[in-house]
């Protein structure tokens, strides 16, 4: 079953814009990823945040989780043309175990 | 270049062929993970290794068989495979327990006719 969902499936900003991406999870968790994908190719690990941490920042992203709502948001702020792409949340339920991944965003940011 | 190789990158056979799906990582990795995207469909874990040893195969059909000959390297053998095997096939590796996360590699685009 998926541990992740995302929410919105799809999101259209304008550049320069605030992008939020949501993602809720069923079961505890030793942390959650979040990950990026530009059409066709590979994921990109972009940020790791750990049960025990409720707010992470690298750069123009800000990830935020909620342990108690089992739900996490990714902030993409100053959003660029080069951003878009499709956004993925996984969960590690244990240390050493695998990542689940959720159905992802796919986000475009109009020049 | 990420560390993690795959290929071919894409790759076209018909459903009575058997071909190989290479992955290759140098990045000192102790774990290494198939993954199946199709469209429309969250990413499904196929295989996980770790140290070699297989831990997980999550009820993959038997035409799909991975083989992991040692730590840098892991590949998937496919044989009398179905057009719904058609999906963007994804190799990923990582350092159990450092908390990390996945390193991929750019994926085999699979397409059966």
């Known amino acids: 079953s998926q541990q992740g969902e995302e929410d919105p499936q799809a999101l259209s900003i304008q550049e320069g814009e605030n992008a939020t991406m949501n993602c809720s999870y069923k079961t505890s968790i030793n942390n959650l990823q979040w990950y990026r994908q530009n059409s066709g190719r590979g994921l990109v690990h972009l940020i790791l945040?750990?049960?025990?941490?409720r707010e992470k920042h690298s750069g123009r992203l800000r990830v935020t989780l909620d342990t108690s709502k089992k739900s996490s948001s990714l902030l993409i702020t100053a959003s660029r043309a080069a951003d878009t792409a499709s956004y993925f949340c996984a969960t590690e339920l244990n240390a050493g175990n695998m990542l689940t991944f959720g159905g992802g965003t796919r986000l475009m940011v109009k020049p | 270049e990420t560390g993690v190789t795959q290929t071919p990158r894409h790759l076209v056979m018909g459903m009575t062929n058997k071909k190989s799906l290479k992955c290759e990582q140098h990045?000192?990795?102790?774990?290494m993970y198939w993954y199946k995207q199709s469209a429309k469909k969250p990413l499904e874990l196929m295989f996980v290794y770790s140290l070699e040893e297989r831990v997980e195969n999550n009820s993959v059909p038997s035409r799909f068989s991975p083989e992991c000959p040692n730590s840098s390297h892991l590949f998937l053998h496919l044989h009398t495979l179905q057009p719904e095997d058609s999906a963007l096939y994804l190799c990923?590796?990582?350092?159990?327990?450092?908390?990390?996360?996945?390193?991929f590699g750019s994926g085999t685009r699979l397409t059966v006719v």
């Open positions: 990045l000192g990795h102790n774990a």
């Open positions: 945040i750990r049960s025990n941490e």
């Open positions: 990923a590796s990582s350092q159990v327990a450092r908390g990390h996360g996945y390193t």
